[in-house]
């Protein structure tokens, strides 16, 4: 029998792709999400791609009896992939109170239900803002974490110590924190993707924006970093390589369970790309234009991190493999998709 995973915020970006992966491998599939920043497009997508309709609740991970009633109705629940969180920094630095009770408060429901069902296992999304500026690269899980320089980033560092300090005491529950450096790009079918809303924050969506005719040019922030180019430098890694190290994960907390009860894992390609090198690569993988102009750096960013990946591709096996221009091409064409440019 198929083993039931429950995939929280599983229409969103990461999230959708998971399942789709997870599909794939044969796992049955439990969507939990409030689609406060996704919408049931992304189940139709998963749907065609996969030839199977996920179980979908609509609810806020917040209502704990809510989750308990979800939890009665899909019994036998294996693992939880813990995706659902508000992700925008610049709006979390606006709305500290509800990201620290949107991201904290759906964690702690769920590591109760977990408690109270006896569900074994967890993924849980961090990300690899917890490094802040590192001292030194490529960052390992045993950098060290610095103070976070926004509401969101501390939501991940607070998470990982509630499920540190949840893990110690509950025997019988292990997870694994994933630490993602810079997801980009969409399935290839490009019947789902990223769906950001209102104007982007991310360089990719802004990018293929600009090239659609949304926005007037690429703002890229800063050409004065200490940096061959003097643009930012980070780890991008492909949509479809990052939820396939989700299933990697699962795979190892359900079958082998002689390992640490917490794990952490960077899951990066291990390689630094400037914001320049992003253009001239997306230029070079779709034939298209990307206007830019150079502005001001935007507060709160750091110069460069980029992964040491080597554990992840030891421990699970798994590999960021994607050519970047494959992945470049997949944003471009999902943008096309969703503005209906031919
Ligand atoms: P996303 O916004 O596309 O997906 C998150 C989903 O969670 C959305 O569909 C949203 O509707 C849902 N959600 C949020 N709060 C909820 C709640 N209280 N109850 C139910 N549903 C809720 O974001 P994503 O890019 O897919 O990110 C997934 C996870 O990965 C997040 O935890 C994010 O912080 C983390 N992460 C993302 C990135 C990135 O660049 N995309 C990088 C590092 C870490
Ligand atoms: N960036 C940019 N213009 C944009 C968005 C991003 O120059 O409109 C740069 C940003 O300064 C950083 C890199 O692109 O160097 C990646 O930024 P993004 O917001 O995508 O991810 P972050 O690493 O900040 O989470």
């Known amino acids: 029998m198929a083993e039931k995973i429950l ?167 292990r997870a694994i924190c994933l630490r993602y450096f810079n997801p980009i790009g969409a399935h290839k079918s490009s019947l789902i993707g990223e769906l950001p809303l209102g104007t982007p924050m991310n360089l990719i969506p802004y990018i293929t924006q600009t090239v659609a005719g949304i926005r007037e040019e690429l703002r890229i922030f800063g050409n004065d970093y200490d940096t061959p180019d003097g643009t930012g430098i980070r780890d991008y890694i492909d949509v479809g390589d990052l939820a396939r190290a989700h299933v990697k994960a699962i795979s190892r907390l359900l079958e082998d369970r002689n390992k640490k009860p917490v794990e952490i894992f960077n899951l990066g390609t291990g390689k630094g790309l400037s914001v320049l090198d992003i253009v001239k690569t997306f230029e070079k993988a779709t034939g298209m234009q990307v206007r830019y102009k150079f502005y001001p750096r935007r507060p709160g960013d750091i110069s460069r991190v980029y992964a040491d990946t ?33």
């Open 310 to 342: 080597s554990l992840a591709n030891k421990e699970l096996q798994w590999k960021a493999d994607t050519p970047l221009e494959e992945t470049l091409l997949s944003a471009w064409k999902w943008e096309k998709r969703i503005r209906n440019l031919s």
């Open 7 to 173: 995939v929280t915020g599983g229409t969103g970006y990461i999230g959708s792709h998971t399942t789709v992966e997870l599909i794939e491998k044969n796992f049955e599939t439990v969507i939990i999400d409030n689609l406060c920043n996704s919408s049931t497009e992304a189940l139709k997508g998963i749907t065609e791609i996969t030839g199977t309709e996920p179980a979908f609740e609509n609810f806020d991970l917040c209502d704990y009896e809510k989750l308990l009633d979800c939890l009665r109705k899909h019994k036998n629940i294996k693992a939880i992939i813990h995706f659902a969180a508000l992700k925008a920094v610049g709006e979390s630095v606006e709305k500290p109170l509800e990201y620290y009770k949107n991201n904290l408060v759906s964690l702690l429901n769920l590591l109760m239900a977990m408690r109270e069902f006896h569900i074994p296992a967890l993924v849980f999304s961090s990300s690899c803002t917890v490094y802040g500026e590192p001292d030194k690269l490529p960052v390992t899980e045993e950098s060290p974490i610095k103070s976070a320089s926004s509401p969101y980033g501390n939501t991940k560092q607070i998470s990982e110590e509630i499920i540190h300090d949840t893990i110690s005491a509950v025997p019988g529950i």
